[in-house]
C-alpha cells in the first residue's frame, strides 16, 4: 500500500531546514528597510520535514509524462529523447557557472561556442548568417518580420505591410505577423495539401513584404513547387520565410536557403535536442541571406585573428531583442548534439524520422481517415472523422491512449483537417514502440465501433480523469495557498 499524495502535509514543528539567526537587529533592519518591508508576523510557509518534502515531489513527477519516461508523439512539437550527454555538456562549470558580464577576455570558449554554432546552423539551413539571440519559434519569427521590414524600409519601400501565411500554418505565425504590424492574409491549400499557386498567384502584390511558410508544412508534407513558389513570391518583391519547426524532416537532405528562402528560424529545443514542453527552454536563432545580414540583432559574434568577441558597429542593425546573448544552456546542448552527430549523423535523424513516420501511416490509414494518402515526412496527419460517426471524437481517442501509457499526438490541428490526430513519432523510437502505439490506435478504433462508451468514459487509469482544462487555463493556481 503506497503513501497517498496530500498536498497539505504542514504539521507545526516538522522543520526540513536550518538557517542561521538574522544577525541585525529588528530595529537597525526598520531603518535600514522601506516602510512594510519588515515582517511583524512569520510568513507562514508550511512546516513540512525534509523526507515529506521529497516523497511528495517525488510522487508528483512520477505522476507527469515525459519523453524519458514514455512514447510522446505530439505533432509538430518535436519531441524527442534528448541525449543525456547534451545535459552533461551544459553543466560544465566552465559553461554553467559563467557569469554573462565576463570580460571577453576571460569568455573565449564560450564565444567560440557561439560562433561555431552559428556557422553550422548558416551550413546546415543555406543562409549566410545566423544569430542566436531569439530564445523561442515564436521570438525568432517575430525577429524575423523585423529583419524583413528593416529590409524593406531602406530600399524605401514602406508600403509592404502584408504577410502571406498558408492557411495550415502554424498558429503562431499570424500571431507574430500581426505583433509585428503587419497585415495577415491566408492562402489556401490546393487538393495535395500543399500552397495553391493560383490562390498565391492572386494574393501577392506590391504591399507584400513576405510569405511564411513551413516545409514540410503542418500536414508532413513537402510543398513540391516550393522552386515556383519562391519565384513569385521575389518577382513581387516579397520576401520569403522560413518556419524552421519542421526541421526534424530535412536535416542534410534539404537546405531552405538552396530552395529560395531568405529567412530562417530554427528552434533548437526541438530539432537539436533539449529538453522543452510547458513554457520552455527555448532557442529560436534566425538565419539570413547577405541581403538582410546587415540588419541582424547586436551584438554579433566576430572573429579577429584567433580572439572572439562581441561587435555592436552595426548602423542598420534592428537593435537588441534579448537580454546578454540567447539562451545560452540550449545554445551548448545543441552545439554538443551537432558535434555528436556530424553530417551524417543529422541525415541520419531526418531519415529516421520520415521512415518512422510513414511506417505508422501505413499501419493506422485503414481504421483511421487519411485525408491526404501520400508519403509523409517526419509527422502526418489522420482524422477521427470515422470514430466521429460512431459517436467518439477526437479527444476522446486522446484520452484513452492515456490508459496505454502514451502521450496523445496533438489533437484538432491543422484547423484544415476535420477531427485531426497529428502524429509525430521522432527518429528515437524503435520499431517496437511504433508497434505498441499502432496496437493501441486499432484497438481503439475498434473499441470506438463496438464499445464507444469505453472510449469517451477514458481515461480509467491516470491519477485524475477528465479535467476542466478551459478553467484550469482561465483560472490556473500557481502557487500554495494555506488552508483555513
Same mark, same amino acid.
Given at each position: ?16 531546514f536550518s538557517l542561521a539567526e538574522c544577525d541585525v537587529p529588528r ?314 552527430? =556530424? @553530417?551524417?549523423?543529422?541525415?541520419? $535523424? !531526418? ?5 518512422? +513516420?510513414?511506417?505508422?501511416?501505413? *499501419? ?57 490526430l497529428m502524429i509525430e513519432p521522432t527518429e528515437t523510437e524503435g ?25 469517451? =468514459? @477514458?481515461?480509467?487509469?491516470?491519477? $485524475? !480523469? ?5 478553467? +484550469?487555463?482561465?483560472?490556473?493556481? *500557481? ?6
Amino acid at each position: 500500500m503506497t503513501t497517498p499524495l496530500i498536498f497539505e502535509r504542514s504539521m507545526p514543528g516538522r522543520i526540513g531546514f536550518s538557517l542561521a539567526e538574522c544577525d541585525v537587529p529588528r530595529k537597525e533592519l526598520k531603518e535600514l528597510l522601506p516602510e512594510g518591508q519588515v515582517r511583524s508576523q512569520p510568513p507562514g510557509w508550511p512546516e513540512v520535514s525534509e523526507g515529506s518534502v521529497i516523497r511528495h515531489y517525488l510522487k508528483l513527477s512520477q505522476m507527469n509524462h515525459s519523453v524519458d519516461s514514455g512514447f510522446y508523439p505530439l505533432g509538430s512539437c518535436t519531441m524527442k529523447y534528448n541525449p543525456k550527454i547534451n545535459e552533461d555538456m551544459a553543466r560544465l562549470g566552465g559553461f554553467a557557472k559563467l557569469h554573462p558580464l565576463v570580460p571577453e577576455t576571460y569568455s573565449q570558449g564560450a564565444l567560440k561556442m557561439m560562433y561555431d554554432l552559428e556557422h553550422y546552423l548558416a551550413e546546415i539551413t543555406g543562409m549566410d548568417a545566423v544569430s542566436l539571440q531569439p530564445v523561442a519559434g515564436a521570438h525568432g519569427e517575430f525577429v524575423g518580420l523585423k529583419l524583413i521590414a528593416a529590409y524593406h524600409r531602406s530600399r524605401g519601400d514602406d508600403k509592404r505591410t502584408t504577410v502571406l501565411v498558408p492557411d495550415s500554418a502554424h498558429g503562431t505565425n499570424p500571431a507574430s505577423a500581426a505583433l509585428s504590424g503587419m497585415k495577415v492574409v491566408e492562402v489556401d491549400s490546393n487538393c495535395d495539401g500543399e500552397v495553391c499557386l493560383d490562390d498565391l498567384r492572386s494574393k501577392v502584390d506590391d504591399t507584400v513584404a513576405a510569405l511564411m511558410l513551413t516545409n514540410p508544412n503542418t500536414l508532413g508534407l513537402f510543398e513540391r513547387n516550393i522552386c515556383e513558389i519562391a519565384d513569385i513570391v521575389h518577382e513581387a518583391g516579397g520576401l520569403l520565410y522560413y518556419d524552421g519547426a519542421n526541421a526534424n524532416a530535412i536535416l542534410g537532405i534539404v537546405r531552405p536557403g538552396d530552395t529560395g528562402f531568405d529567412v530562417v528560424h530554427l528552434n533548437l529545443h526541438k530539432t537539436f535536442s533539449t529538453p522543452h514542453g510547458g513554457g520552455g527552454p527555448g532557442s529560436g536563432p534566425v538565419g539570413v541571406n547577405k541581403k538582410l545580414v546587415p540588419f541582424l540583432p547586436v551584438p554579433r559574434i566576430v572573429k579577429d585573428k584567433e580572439q572572439y568577441r562581441f561587435d555592436y558597429d552595426l548602423p542598420e542593425t534592428i537593435g537588441k531583442v534579448h537580454s546578454f546573448y540567447g539562451n545560452f544552456a540550449v545554445n551548448v546542448r545543441a552545439y554538443t548534439y551537432i558535434r555528436m552527430l =556530424g @553530417a551524417k549523423g543529422l541525415k541520419r $535523424v !531526418s531519415e529516421d524520422a520520415v521512415l518512422n +513516420a510513414n511506417y505508422l501511416q501505413a *499501419l493506422l490509414k485503414k481504421d483511421y481517415h487519411l485525408d491526404y494518402d501520400r508519403l509523409c515526412m517526419h509527422e502526418f496527419v489522420l482524422s477521427g472523422k470515422k470514430q466521429k460517426a460512431q459517436g467518439v471524437r477526437t479527444l476522446d481517442i486522446a484520452k484513452r491512449l492515456l490508459d496505454f501509457g502514451v502521450h496523445p499526438p496533438t489533437v484538432y490541428f491543422p484547423l484544415i483537417i476535420e477531427e485531426a490526430l497529428m502524429i509525430e513519432p521522432t527518429e528515437t523510437e524503435g520499431k517496437e514502440t511504433l508497434d505498441y502505439f499502432a496496437d493501441a490506435m486499432l484497438q481503439i478504433a475498434k473499441e470506438a465501433k463496438e464499445d464507444p462508451d469505453k472510449v469517451t =468514459g @477514458a481515461p480509467y487509469n491516470t491519477p $485524475v !480523469s477528465r479535467l476542466d482544462e478551459v478553467g +484550469a487555463a482561465r483560472n490556473p493556481i *500557481l502557487r500554495w495557498h494555506k488552508e483555513e
